[in-house]
């Protein structure tokens, strides 16, 4: 049995304890794990009031409004009770479940980690209330509920044999020092030897997502020596720490045995930061029958029946006619534009090419690129045929620049006016993306490379045959091919001009995409366009997916052994 550990997961829309990509994918991960019948348990912390609603005002200023959400009518109380010391007090841990169930009716078990019971004191009760909330200190005692909680809630809901400890992120590797500490117990032995390092590094599997060495997780060692108490691993310190901090991802590289990166390039990137520990690479992947519209899913149940349960099977998307493709996307257009056109007045044109831009609005993925040079893109759309645009994706609380990104995006929304529309849809969640990524014509992605690490919104669309315009980073290094699947901004589709990190070079190599390639393209060669739309199904759609990630975990990461083991959880 595999055992599944992530900060956030994205079970259900209505359950919102994610904040985005990581956390959407962990659901693609178990979702897909459910269709696969895989024996595989999932651990995350419940986050009872959420990540955050986003309301914007008229000028783009983002306001938070916390998340409640009812626990009850979504997940199953569990009697489980464990204890982790914190601070040096014991916090109680109790689980929620929530069963999700795939399609041959095999069940994933995802446990929500929650303090917020009585016997806790006002502050442990509320490390289970906010996700990527308050400072360093709550952080760390998340983590410790997560890492440490949640290796003794497994043990108490009956899950003795579990063959991998999957750490989705740095964010549960403490859960390596307590498998340490679980081995000392057992031989009442109390310091920790090669040979209990190397039986935990047999144990556990690595996938870090992050390119930039400042966003891994790390705490002051004096905060670490506070929050955890004493432990087994003061002597081994050396291998969790890296520039004087307990650094998350240093630990989970030294107690895993196989590491792995999100996407190729980010598999090498990661490899050279890192240096010293081989870093392997699984590109993600979406669940495809969460991402697929309705009328994609009439369609591909039509002409590709089975292609559920064997996703690969939808590269026979090449023989479906283009017009049932068009037919297909104008009705899943209308669905967004329904949406769209309830805050836009005048209302959103069906004809016009739409691009759809969503994700966190986080710096490096710049969603001001696309206006940040107004005439020229007024210009453009003018004389293209036009063009309009819907927006959305929330900026972390304390992100100040992020929030700045959005307001600029209102700003360019005033002053294009009618030229070029543009809607900003308030609080990006999973069923606004479901809307989003199937309703554009066109998906763009405008990231500063290398920084995304892999980016799976763009292969949503593309399983709704939405080809994606995006600078050549993360997964679209891999799934572009020019003029086929999509198109790269950037000149000869690998590198930006003259590699250049010159934020006006990359607008002005967007503005010619569009302007010479995907314009005239939507308007006077509609054939070729929906013959793009149809690769993007058959190359990306079918192998950008879940079912395709989890069967490399199986075979790269957790060995088949791991997944034969029939045990069945009791609890
Ligand atoms: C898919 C998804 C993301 C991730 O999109 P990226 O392209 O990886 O940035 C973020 N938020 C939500 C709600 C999503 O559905």
Same mark, same amino acid.
């Given at each position: 049995m595999?055992?599944y550990?992530?900060m956030?997961?994205g ?6 304890t ?5 956390g959407?994918l962990?659901?693609d991960f178990?979702?897909a ?6 024996p ?6 419940l ?12 000028t783009g200023r983002?306001?938070e409004e916390?998340?409640?959400?009812s ?11 464990? %204890? ?7 916090v ?12 041959g009716?095999?069940t ?13 004191? $006002?502050d ?17 005692a998340?983590e ?10 497994l ?20 859960l ?10 057992a031989?009442?032995?109390p310091?920790a030897?090669?040979?209990?390092i ?13 390119p930039v060495p400042a966003a ?9 020596a ?5 432990h *087994?691993?003061s002597e081994?310190?050396?291998r ?20 792995n990166?999100?996407?190729?390039r980010?598999?090498?990137?990661s490899?050279?930061m890192?240096g ?8 993600n ?8 519209s309705e009328?994609f ?7 590709? *029946?089975?292609?559920r ?5 939808l590269?026979y998307?090449v023989?479906i006619p ?5 037919d297909?996307?104008?009705?899943a257009k ?11 007045s *005048?209302?959103?044109? $069906?004809?016009a ?16 690129l ?12 003018r ?7 819907v ?5 972390h609380?304390?992100?100040e620049?992020?929030?700045?990104i959005? @307001?600029r995006v ?6 294009l ?11 990006y ?30 292969m949503?669309?593309?399983?709704n045959?939405? *080809?994606?315009l /995006? ?7 891999e ?6 699947t999509?198109?790269?901004?950037? /000149?000869d589709?690998?590198?930006?001009p003259?590699?250049?990190?010159? $934020?006006?070079a ?8 569009l302007?010479?390639?995907?314009? $005239? ?8 366009? %929906? ?17 395709r990630m989890?069967q490399?975990?199986?075979v790269?990461?957790?060995?088949? @052994? ?7 959880v009791?609890?």
């Open positions: 595999v055992a550990f992530s956030e997961i079970v259900d829309p209505e359950v919102p994610y904040a985005g990509g990581l959407v962990a659901g178990v979702r794990a459910a269709d696969l019948g895989l595989l348990v999932a651990i995350t912390l986050h009872r009031k959420g990540y955050f609603r986003q309301r914007l005002d008229s983002q306001r916390s998340a409640e959400w626990v009850e009518a979504h997940l199953e109380a569990l009697p489980a009770r464990v %204890t982790v010391i914190i601070d040096g007090r014991p109680v841990v109790r689980a929620w479940r929530r069963r999700v169930t795939g399609l009716g095999g994933v078990a995802v446990y929500f980690l929650d303090t917020d019971i009585e016997q806790n004191a $006002p442990d009760r509320a490390l289970s209330h906010f996700l990527y909330g308050g400072d360093a200190a709550y952080r760390l998340q410790a509920v997560l890492g440490i909680g949640g290796v003794r809630m043990r108490a809901l009956g899950c003795s044999h579990v063959h991998r400890f999957h750490l989705n992120e740095g964010h549960s590797a403490l390596a020092l307590e498998l340490v500490s679980e081995r000392l117990r031989a009442g032995r310091t030897g090669e040979d209990d190397d039986a935990v590094r047999q144990l556990c599997v690595f996938t870090t997502h992050t891994h997780d790390q705490f002051p060692l004096d905060l670490a506070r929050v955890l108490g004493p *087994p691993m081994l310190m050396h969790c720490c890296y520039g004087g901090a307990l650094n998350m991802t240093y630990l989970a590289l030294s107690f895993s045995h196989y590491v990166g999100v996407a190729m980010h598999g090498e990137m490899g050279r890192f010293g520990h081989h870093v392997d690479a699984i590109t992947g979406v669940h495809a029958a969460t991402w697929v009328p899913r009439l369609l591909f149940d039509r002409r590709i *029946p089975g292609w349960a064997d996703n690969f099977s590269r998307a023989s283009t017009p049932e493709i068009w297909a996307h104008v009705a209308l669905r967004l534009l329904e949406i769209v056109n309830r805050h836009q *005048p209302p959103f044109d $069906p004809a090419l739409t691009i759809g831009f969503g994700r966190r609005a986080s710096t490096y993925k710049r969603a001001d696309l206006v940040s040079d107004i005439a020229r893109l007024r210009a453009l759309a004389a293209g045929g036009g063009l309009q645009v927006y959305a994706g929330k900026a609380p304390r992100d620049e992020g929030k700045r959005i @307001e209102f700003r360019a929304r005033e002053a006016g009618s030229d070029v529309p543009i809607v900003y849809l308030e609080d969640d999973m069923a606004i993306a479901r809307l989003l990524t199937a309703g554009a014509d066109v998906w763009l992605n405008t990231p500063h490379p290398p920084l995304e690490a892999f980016g799976t919104s763009g949503k669309a593309a399983l045959g939405v *080809p994606s /995006s600078v050549p980073d993360g997964w679209w290094i799934g572009h091919v020019e003029g086929v999509g198109w790269a901004i950037g /000149s589709g690998r590198t930006l003259g590699e250049t990190t010159d $934020p006006a990359h607008a002005a190599a967007l503005y010619d995409a302007e010479r390639t995907v314009l $005239p393209l939507f308007y006077r060669d509609r054939d070729r366009f %929906t013959q793009v739309m149809r690769y993007a199904i058959a190359l990306n759609g079918s192998f950008f997916t879940a079912q989890l490399e975990y199986v790269k990461a957790y060995g088949t @052994e791991a997944v034969r083991e029939p045990e069945r009791a609890a």
